[in-house]
């Protein structure tokens, strides 16, 4: 059953979250807000005694919100940056400690020498920050590094990794990180003092406190390491197919705190999932039957010029890793539990792709039964693809199934 609701378009979007106390310090463009998941939460009847899983917890959207209202949630996700902001979001804080430091950084960059600071060689980070910017980064970054307690590190990493596009040459641009030039940069240290007086200002008007167990830890979707009917439900949203490479969008943040080289973060996109043409097969997927719809849809492509040779085969691959996602779901979600996937449908060589459409018959192959799909958005094509296919909306939607 598809109902389309006008109401959800603007919650499978981050938009809601850039104004909320703690869910501002990061977030991810593709994205979905708070009261998505607390709607989730009451449509499932979910309460203090459940606990929820988001194996793509990407900002920790989904972690946050049910923490705020008393249940705990596990977030997996293959990305460093991920967790470590996921997990930043859900710490108690001591405000004295914050405070004591804020004075110290205060200090520090008043007085350091910037060309003593030892920069890695990441080509992309000499080419998107000034010198002086770039040294002042790391200046924050070694400081933090020498911290003994891991909340504190988590409080001012975050703050430093949110400015980082800021006080860079460049911007996110849907699935791709734009160099630009003539952008007008601020002040290093008033942009960071500005970020992390806000966080600190959350903290302080916050009334959460984590009783919680809730988490993120690294992992890949694709095998889960929890047991068998472990949660009650799964709120979560995948990469959509459209070619977007989270370990280009995010190699700032990626290279100035998680990985030591370019080869890494080349291994770390190499094992992503196959949403984008540079991601590779890691697991074989055992029992997979290439959908109806799918084969349809490819054998209209395979007809078709299209820009990137690696486009079929990567639709191929990218619906063999959601059977794995769909199946790993299937196993450690408790009977009558529910799942809840916000995803998008994608447009290739003019065709539609009906995603949603092929991840239900996906899920139903493996025991997820199928109870509706909430269409919160329509994009339709377009205006050149319009002449030759005319106008066929892709939908980005809510899918619901139950394990029976």
């Given at each position: 059953m598809t109902k389309e609701i006008n109401e959800f378009h603007l919650l499978v979007t981050p938009h809601q979250n850039k104004k909320l106390p703690i869910y501002r310090w990061y977030h991810f463009n593709h994205s979905f807000s708070r009261d998505l998941?607390?709607?989730?939460?009451?449509?499932?009847?979910?309460?203090?005694?459940?606990?929820?899983?988001?194996?793509?917890?990407?900002?920790?959207?989904?972690?946050?919100?049910?923490?705020?209202?008393?249940?705990?949630?596990?977030?997996?996700?293959?990305?460093?940056l991920s967790?470590?902001?996921?997990?930043a979001k859900l710490q108690n804080y001591n405000i004295d400690k914050i405070k004591y430091k804020i004075?110290?950084?205060?200090?520090?960059?008043?007085?350091?020498?910037?060309?003593?600071?030892?920069?890695p060689e990441f080509k992309i980070l000499h080419k998107v920050f000034d010198p002086d910017v770039l040294s002042d980064i790391f200046v924050v970054k070694n400081?933090?590094?020498?911290?003994?307690?891991?909340?504190?590190?988590?409080?001012?990493?975050?703050?430093?990794?949110?400015?980082?596009?800021?006080?860079?040459?460049?911007?996110?641009d849907g699935g791709f990180l734009r160099i630009v030039p003539d952008k007008k940069i601020p002040d290093f240290k008033e942009t960071l003092f500005i970020k992390i007086n806000e966080m600190l200002s959350d903290i302080e008007h916050?009334?959460?406190?984590?009783?919680?167990?809730?988490?993120?830890q690294i992992g890949d979707a694709r095998k889960i390491c929890f047991r068998s009917s472990s949660f009650d439900a799964v709120i979560t949203?995948?990469?959509?197919?459209?070619?977007?490479?989270y370990t280009r969008v995010y190699i700032l943040e990626l290279a100035i705190a998680f990985l030591k080289s370019e080869g890494e973060i080349k291994r770390l996109r190499y094992k992503t999932l196959r949403s984008h043409?540079?991601?590779?097969?890691?697991?074989?997927?055992?029992?997979y039957k290439e959908p109806i719809k799918l084969k349809e849809i490819i054998e209209k492509l395979e007809k078709e010029t299209l820009p990137n040779k690696h486009v079929i085969p990567m639709i191929k691959g990218y619906f063999e890793d959601m059977y794995l996602v769909l199946k790993e779901v299937a196993r450690v979600l408790k009977q009558r539990g529910f799942?809840?996937?916000?995803?998008?449908?994608?447009?290739?060589?003019?065709?539609?792709?009906?995603?949603s459409d092929i991840l239900v018959e996906i899920g139903d192959s493996l025991g997820l039964t199928h109870q509706e799909t909430l269409v919160a958005r329509l994009r339709g094509n377009s205006p050149q693809q319009m002449g030759k296919f005319g106008k066929i909306p892709a939908k980005e939607s809510i899918v619901i199934w139950k394990k029976q």
């Open positions: 998941v607390w709607y989730l939460i009451d449509k499932f009847d979910l309460n203090c005694g459940n606990i929820i899983l988001d194996p793509f917890c990407g900002s920790g959207t989904t972690l946050l919100a049910a923490q705020e209202k008393g249940i705990s949630a596990i977030g997996i996700d293959i990305l460093p967790v470590f902001i996921s997990n004075e110290e950084l205060n200090k520090l960059l008043s007085n350091h020498n910037k060309n003593t600071t030892l920069i400081w933090i590094q020498k911290m003994e307690d891991k909340k504190l590190k988590y409080f001012f990493f975050t703050a430093l990794l949110s400015i980082t596009e800021k006080v860079a040459f460049a911007r996110k916050s009334n959460s406190q984590n009783n919680t167990k809730s988490k993120a949203s995948p990469p959509y197919l459209n070619r977007h490479d043409v540079e991601a590779k097969k890691v697991f074989v997927a055992d029992g799942a809840a996937f916000v995803i998008g449908d994608v447009r290739y060589g003019g065709f539609l792709v009906p995603v």
